[in-house]
């Protein structure tokens, strides 16, 4: 968490948390292994789980991503399911702020690396098949025309409606958003169950 403080003299804001962890089995350490180019079949493949399997660390940096009105989810225009109803569409970039950040880690966790006696240091900027911490597009606020729900996940459009998952969120943070996404759930439950009112059933 060193370095997950905004510091404007970096060229950027906000910042990010790292974690350490090892590679993985043979298939992890063979695609991280071979970061460099190195051969992925045959004698090549054995050589580098060999050199990475058991004899290296993995440092993940959890970055923080401003929101931006041009990333949404909204209804594709013409691409539909079997029933006719509109397919989702997921518009998301990177914007420069988060590439100046990732870098500017990338290049801090290099030298923790070398500094602990690294001799190789791999370096893929965004993990393969990771989409990361998707969060965002139904935010939480007290103004309907800014926000989708209230201040406990209840929906400004359908009363009755409540969202409690990661996507109420109205930013990202540089840590893993498991913990958050509960405590909010929680809340939101607990708000459910002490202000639902018993409706009659018709016989």
Not at 104 to 111: K, L, N, S, T
Request: with cysteine.
């Amino acid at each position: 968490m060193e370095f997950y403080e905004s510091d404007p003299s970096r060229g950027f804001v906000r910042g990010a948390d790292w974690k350490t962890m090892p590679t993985g089995g043979p298939l992890m350490s063979l695609l991280l292994g071979a970061l460099d180019g190195s051969p992925t079949w045959g004698e090549g493949m054995h050589a580098v789980i060999r050199r990475t399997l058991g004899h290296s660390v993995a440092v993940a940096i959890v970055s923080e991503d401003l929101p931006s009105v041009e990333n949404q989810v909204s209804l594709h225009p013409s691409l539909t399911d079997s029933d006719g109803i509109p397919a989702p569409r997921i518009q998301y970039r990177r914007e420069q702020n988060n590439r100046d950040l990732v870098a500017w880690h990338i290049d801090r966790a290099r030298e923790a690396l070398q500094a602990a006696g690294a001799t190789r240091v791999l370096v893929d900027e965004i993990m393969p098949e990771q989409p990361g911490h998707l969060l965002g597009t139904a935010r939480m606020g007290d103004d309907p025309t800014t926000s989708v729900v209230d201040q406990f996940g209840r929906t400004h459009d359908v009363p009755n409606l409540f969202i409690v998952d990661g996507s109420i969120f109205v930013t990202s943070g540089g840590v893993n958003p498991t913990n958050t996404i509960c405590a909010l759930a929680l809340r939101c439950a607990a708000h459910i169950s002490t202000t639902a009112k018993l409706q009659s059933v018709p016989a």
